[in-house]
């Protein structure tokens, strides 16, 4: 069946399986950000937005994205490459495999709710597990991008 | 593995239950559980476009459609004062958001699941499934029925007076709990539903206390070991049977305190 829909800003269009799953179709169209992990709703590894939402694609059937807007890591460069260098700069990445889905669910939780706190924090990101730091390098990270937004915003309101 | 040959998105729900009535069609909700399986289905049915997503609030009562989200219940601010923040309490802790963002109101109460917060919050609410052959059922009745080829369309909770509170046991957030307890004071009866016990949730009323909404702690601690005397429990790898025989009468001895301070 054909399925079209908005990658990264872009109308596409692929013949997919009925029971094509969303993350399968985003790697096969060059998003290789998108990362199957435990492909059973756990990880979060997958995340994508979907109309702006973050969900799992692991577990997303492709042919429900019909004419949505699909977003993956590599449509938000801008915004990840600024917040990553914080969550890097804390050694929180390490094997780095977990990194695009966290900072998809981080951009999304920054967007719902721009001043969290550490509790806030680590409850909206329940959903993305990592093997490696044990997540205080990355609370550390987000804490300093926030202050780091906080600075700037102040910044350009004195200048 | 789940293999699916064909997708049709409905457009009505008579479309749906007649396409329903093939043993291996199945309705897609968040589809979270259903992908775990090993499965051949012929035709995946999808509800996305019945305009079923949403949670309307009147003076008296929520209708809730069955795609509605788990993270559209705990965002929603009337469920969230009438419940007491017990809903929000109750789906929080299911995985993350991203999975909340799909995973379905109409799925989670469709396979009565042993594990389920949600079916265990809404069984302590004057709560109704309204299905599409079979009419409103109310929950405890639909929770005791076996799955069937019937669509649930949505689901209404009447806002009688309600005080309520939730509880959960878990080994570490997010995962299964070891058991699930909502305790609610309505129509002058005290209600505890227990949940993953590791089996559905069942309710327990409080008839015999005549003490009505002002409890004391020694009330409470009584109703936790009635409740946990009138119902069965089982053993998993979470916890045994024993264990959780305990740890449901101090849930709802704590619950029922948290209950009756929210007036």
């Not at chain 1, 979907?50 to 590599?74: F, H, N, W, Y």
């Not at chain 2, 109460?109 to 004057?126: E, H, I, N, P, Q």
Request: charged letters at 25%.
């Amino acid at each position: 069946m054909k399925l079209d829909f908005i990658l990264n800003g872009k109308k596409v269009s692929s013949d997919i399986e009925a029971d094509s799953m969303l993350l399968d179709v985003v790697r096969d169209m060059g998003c290789l950000s998108v990362k199957r992990g435990c492909d059973s709703s756990s990880c979060g590894l997958c995340t994508v937005f979907v109309d702006d939402m973050p969900v799992l694609s692991c577990s997303v059937i492709a042919a429900r994205v019909e004419g949505k807007c699909v977003t993956t890591l590599e449509g938000l460069q801008k915004e990840a490459v600024e917040f990553g260098a914080f969550i890097a700069d804390q050694g929180a990445e390490q094997c780095g495999f977990c990194n695009p889905g966290l900072i998809m669910n981080a951009i999304a939780m920054l967007r719902e709710n721009p001043d969290p706190t550490d509790e806030e924090i680590l409850s909206y990101l329940t959903g993305n597990l990592c093997r490696c730091s044990g997540y205080e390098g990355q609370l550390r990270g987000i804490k300093s991008y926030l202050e780091f937004k906080k600075v700037k915003k102040g910044g350009n309101a004195d200048a | 593995m789940l293999r699916i040959k064909k997708y049709v998105k409905v457009s009505d729900i008579d479309e749906a239950y007649e396409l329903n009535q093939k043993k291996r069609n199945i309705i897609i909700g968040g589809m979270h559980w259903l992908k775990m399986g090993d499965r051949q289905v012929n035709t995946a049915i999808d509800l996305s476009d019945l305009g079923l997503d949403t949670i309307e609030e009147t003076e008296d009562f929520f209708e809730i459609g069955c795609m509605t989200t788990l993270r559209q219940l705990e965002q929603h601010g009337g469920l969230d004062r009438y419940t007491g923040g017990a809903v929000k309490e109750a789906v929080k802790n299911i995985v993350g958001v991203q999975f909340r963002n799909t995973a379905t109101v109409g799925g989670s109460f469709y396979g009565r699941y042993g594990f389920s917060d949600v079916l265990t919050a809404f069984m302590a609410m004057d709560t109704y499934v309204v299905c599409h052959n079979a009419g409103i059922v109310n929950i405890k009745e639909f929770s005791a029925r076996k799955p069937d080829r019937d669509i649930i369309v949505k689901i209404i909770v009447k806002k009688t007076k309600l005080d309520m509170a939730y509880m959960a046991q878990r080994h570490a957030r997010t995962d299964f709990p070891v058991l699930t307890c909502a305790v609610s004071f309505w129509a002058g009866v005290w209600h505890a539903a227990v949940g993953a016990r590791p089996a559905k949730a069942e309710v327990v009323l409080g008839e015999y206390l005549d003490c009505g909404r002002d409890i004391s702690e020694e009330d409470a601690e009584k109703f936790g070991e009635y409740v946990a005397s009138r119902m069965s429990f089982g053993s998993n790898m979470r916890g045994s049977a024993e264990y959780r025989k305990k740890i449901a009468s101090v849930l709802v001895k704590r619950a029922m305190l948290e209950a009756g301070r929210k007036r």
